[in-house]
């Protein structure tokens, strides 16, 4: 119990941080940046729904370390969540992305197979990237940590292949190539599996109805 208790003291001081608070604060601008949108409003936001996710014991297990990097991917998720919806409310065209993303605000409506609220998503996001420090053990000559690195910089395929002197068409094909291991490592593909076979039966039954009206 004392040492749940330290542990949660420590994950605490971890929110008040000037490094996680500076973190946020760049999130924050970051995807709100264009969209009329307060980033104090997105950044309070993260804020109180990371505090209340670990008060809730939504972070089950863990160090410091591997707290931050949660509550880091909670508050990304939270402020995608509150810039879709204060967007949808001011009506802005569902195709527009996210500013900062190449995600529009239709691909982050949930529907029935996309429940995940942001600590589970967040939940994922972790998960991920402890696959990809796994994957790049595995194959250290692939580079998949520095790819993935260059990317959440927001550096283009170009500046990426600079770096690691392959071509702009390996640094496409391996970014491919790291997006299959995660999901294979992570089980996504049996969800993807559903979902296909969920949009085929939706469509089959579309077309079915569309022929009966015809006659």
């Given at each position: 119990m004392l040492l749940e208790q330290k542990l949660l003291s420590s994950y605490q001081g971890i929110l008040v941080s000037?490094?996680?608070?500076?973190?946020?604060?760049?999130?924050?601008?970051?995807?709100?940046?264009?969209t009329g949108l307060s980033w104090e409003d997105a950044f309070q936001t993260a804020y109180l729904k990371v505090f209340s996710a670990l008060q809730a014991g939504k972070f089950r297990e863990g160090d410091v370390e591997q707290f931050y990097y949660w509550a880091v991917a909670v508050a990304r998720c939270v402020i995608i969540d509150f810039i879709r919806k204060e967007s949808l409310r001011k009506s802005q065209s569902l195709d527009d992305n996210i500013p900062g993303t190449d995600m529009s605000l239709l691909d982050t409506i949930p529907d029935e197979f996309s429940t995940l609220d942001a600590t589970e998503r967040a939940d994922l996001i972790v998960k991920a990237l402890e696959s990809i420090y796994q994957l790049d053990k595995c194959y250290p000559h692939r580079n998949y940590l520095k790819l993935w690195q260059g990317k959440v910089d927001g550096k283009t395929q170009n500046q990426i292949a600079a770096e690691l002197r392959i071509s702009q068409g390996e640094v496409s094909k391996r970014?491919?190539?790291?997006?299959?291991?995660?999901?294979?490592?992570?089980g996504l593909l049996e969800i993807k599996d559903?979902?296909?076979?969920?949009?085929?039966?939706?469509?089959?039954?579309?077309?079915?109805?569309?022929?009966?009206?015809?006659?």
């Open positions: 000037v490094d996680y608070q500076q973190r946020l604060e760049k999130i924050a601008r970051k995807y709100t940046r264009g970014w491919q190539e790291l997006l299959g291991r995660i999901t294979e490592l992570l559903v979902k296909d076979k969920q949009l085929e039966a939706r469509q089959q039954k579309t077309a079915y109805k569309r022929s009966t009206k015809q006659w």
